[in-house]
């Protein structure tokens, strides 16, 4: 008995050692976050955290993936030596937009740049993707499906298992020259797709602070960890806050994208979607070539209520959805007298030149004998046919068919009497931040009210047609107008 007891003595001693020689240097996880700790199946992904401690300059990193109760990891990833140089920052699918000089590169701890400078094969090796320095680790882990640029092998030459669904364990080891550990850090993460996810453009800052909590209220995941291959470190390394670093692996990055739009509900919240956004063309185009645009169970549209994030006098608006089948949304009246507008254009003076504004039409809208008023609104995507949607090598998605304009008919509703007729394209030029943005889903248009319509029962009937002239279902609405003096 006494011989046990010593025997478990010795053994606890001995983990404590372990345990104490870990802590030599402190280790923190902070990518995959806490709450993006979910990954889609076969995706690849970074993990990315914090050092605190002398780290030796020949030191290995390592990071370890385990399935959930394994001792075998089903990933390993591993480099050694503090701050390394032989990175391939002329890679020829990493695409850089600061400069011709690349050199900022060496230094700027992307994964997916390691390699061997005396093996330039050893670029396309997926064992060897991490870096680490006195403050910071990362590292790209393989889901087993992006193949574009590298070899799904592990370093013993076998091929790798696909991440499949199920809850697995990321370790994260720092050991000395002589295997010693000096650090651990270990975080939970599950393989599996999102239930509900947002899918919105980021900018401009006021939009992305409404999505942010509009998708914290609900629950649902919204995407800020950064997708592999696309690198923009001041975002999310603390050593390198105010960087203005930028480097993409176009294929690797919009594929994890898309993978992300595999099942689930979509929240798709309709403001400043430009045809070459991510947005549009990876996303939706992934849920188009899926042939979900019309499921409610994979995609449900949004919009602001008043057309804009916040009007100049202050009011706020709300994110709406909108109804099965609706495809159409009138969200504000402006009324600018007799004064001309230019169509599908906003900018901060666009408030100034109007006489009022009307955000509720449930009873119509007012204005005098001749007066102009511009009807503010979106649309929905529609879904393409097969034959309309390319995908291209790059990634992306090109539709051919969309809601390409409305048509508007001021009538006399007793006698069926059309006064004026007028269509318009939809596609709205907003000024954001100095720059002019184009959104696709959105428009602006001024409508010319003929003269003499006083007392008469007027209304102004609106519906949508797409690239081949067809009507849309669901674009139809009926706004009544009394006309004044």
Known sequence: MKKRIICCIVLIGC???????????????????????????????????????????????SVELYKAGATTPIRVVETRGKSNQSMNVNYPLLSYYASDDRTPLYSAMMPDLVYDAEDSSSIQAIWNKAYFTDRTFTALLAGGEYSTDVNLIDKNGRPIEKLKSGQYLLVVTMRDTNGNIQGRTQKNIAIDHAKDRMLARFSPSNHFENIKEFSEQRGYELFLDPFPGYWSPSNYIPELSGSPIFAEILPKWRLADAQEYQSGVAHFVIYNVSDTSATYNVEVGTLQHQGVINDNKRMQSYYYSFGEPLLPNGVKSTIVKFEQGDKLQITRVDNTGQLSVKDNYMDANTFNQLVSYDIDMADGTVIHDGDKLSFNGVVTPIQNSLSDIEK?????????????????????????????????????????????????????????????????????LIEAKDIYGQTVSGTQEKIPVEVLR
Do not use: C, W
């Not at 020689?21 to 955290?49: K, N």
């Not at 030029?429 to 003499?452: A, C, L, T, W, Y």
């Open 15 to 61: 983990l404590v050692g372990i345990h104490v020689a870990a802590d030599t240097i402190e280790m923190e996880i902070t990518t995959p976050s806490i709450s993006q700790s979910r990954i889609a199946p076969e995706r690849d992904f970074y993990v990315i955290g914090k050092l605190n401690g002398t780290v030796p300059q020949d030191a290995t990193l």
């Open 392 to 460: 291209r090598g790059d990634g992306t998605y090109v539709m051919q068919n969309k809601i390409l304009s409305v048509d508007y008919k001021i009538v006399d509703t007793a006698s069926g009497t059309v006064y004026a007729s007028q269509s318009k394209n939809v596609g709205i030029d907003r000024m954001i931040d100095n720059k002019v943005r184009n959104s696709i889903f959105e428009f602006r248009h001024e409508v010319q009210f003929p003269k003499g319509l006083v007392g008469k029962n007027i209304s102004v």
